[in-house]
């Protein structure tokens, strides 16, 4: 079946309703994906609109690299139903600069965000790895000039903010203060195994590896997951995830959960895996399948 009731999910009326899941990939098209997952759809125009009856969110990483236009935006909510939630990265000219930016920018990239603001999950903060722990002062600059309709996530790449000391404490301090959420990168199955192909050593060079420190800061836990090419390597690292969304959705909050693969094509069938083993768990708050079948193999698809 396909993702039709994500406003939340039980399927025991004698249980009370938990928070949906928000899960996603990095993107919503690809021309495999007619053949191999998105079966109905017959053009790339319209792939969205098929993407958004899978899956309930993605990780809008276009914004990162230049804001879309008003007609874009209007043209992608068009195509999405009302329980669709869109992320959206923070421009790189304001994340990567220590948060020193021009205001019209944030100003311009604001009205964009308030325009979709009805299927608007929230915006991603990723700042690079030179922004120390120093430099918190700007955060907390930066996430107190944020309007209060716009949830926001911040990942942190610079290794002291994993390291559980004062630098960390603050860190996570200042998001709770602000109601920010902490997104956790766990790219532990990424690094697992040899290198199998191009692809993946190409990826293990771009991809950050830092420690896993989970924690829910605000009441939108993000998780970005990259797996690599192995099934029990990225079913392995799964694993802890799944109860600690479930525990998260019965304190009431709404996890989002994105999934990578070293080829993004195969990314649907990470986010099924990890829903098949959900359901296995917990069958009386079952997530929605996805109308896939098994991952083709990667001959048949030259």
């Known amino acids: 079946m396909t993702n039709q009731q994500f406003p939340h999910s039980n399927n025991n009326e004698s249980t ?46 276009t914004s990162f690299y230049a804001l879309p236009s008003d007609e874009t935006l209007e043209k992608w909510q068009a195509m999405v139903p009302a329980h669709f939630a869109f992320t959206c990265k923070i421009h790189k000219d304001i994340s990567h600069n220590k948060l020193q930016f ?19 999950g929230q915006a991603i903060l990723q700042l690079p790895a030179q922004f120390s722990p120093t430099d918190l002062p700007a955060l907390d600059r ?4 944020l ?10 790449r610079h290794l002291a903010f994993f390291e559980k000391g004062d630098a960390e404490i603050a860190f996570n301090q200042l998001l709770i203060e602000h ?20 692809m993946v ?6 991809k950050p590896r830092v420690p896993v420190n989970v924690i829910a800061t605000g009441n939108k ?25 479930h525990a998260w959705r019965c304190e009431g909050k709404q996890p989002f959960m994105f999934f990578h693969r070293p080829d993004n094509k195969d990314a649907p069938w990470l986010a099924q895996q990890f829903i098949n083993a959900y ?24």
């Open 221 to 245: 836990p993000m998780v970005r997951f990259v797996g690599n090419d192995n099934d029990e390597d990225n079913l392995a690292c799964l694993r802890p995830w799944i109860k600690k969304i």
């Open 16 to 61: 009370p309703e938990l928070p949906a899941v928000f899960m996603g990939l990095p993107m919503w098209q690809h021309a495999s994906w007619p053949n191999t997952w998105l079966i109905d759809c017959k053009s790339s125009k319209n792939q969205l609109e098929h993407y958004a009856k899978e899956l309930n969110s993605i990780e809008g990483n």
């Open 147 to 156: 309007p209060s309709w716009l949830d926001i996530a911040v990942e942190v």
């Open 179 to 198: 109601s920010a959420n902490r997104v956790v990168m766990d790219t532990r199955a990424l690094f697992t195994g040899p290198d199998t192909s191009a």
């Open 279 to 302: 359901n296995v768990s917990y069958p009386e708050a079952a997530l929605p399948e996805l109308s896939i079948g098994s991952e083709p193999d990667q001959g048949a698809l030259f």
């Open 201 to 206: 050593t190409e990826v293990r060079g771009k």
């Open 102 to 120: 021009n205001e019209e920018l944030l100003a311009t990239q604001l009205r964009g965000l308030e325009k979709i603001k009805a299927n608007l």
């Open 142 to 145: 930066f996430l107190r000039i």
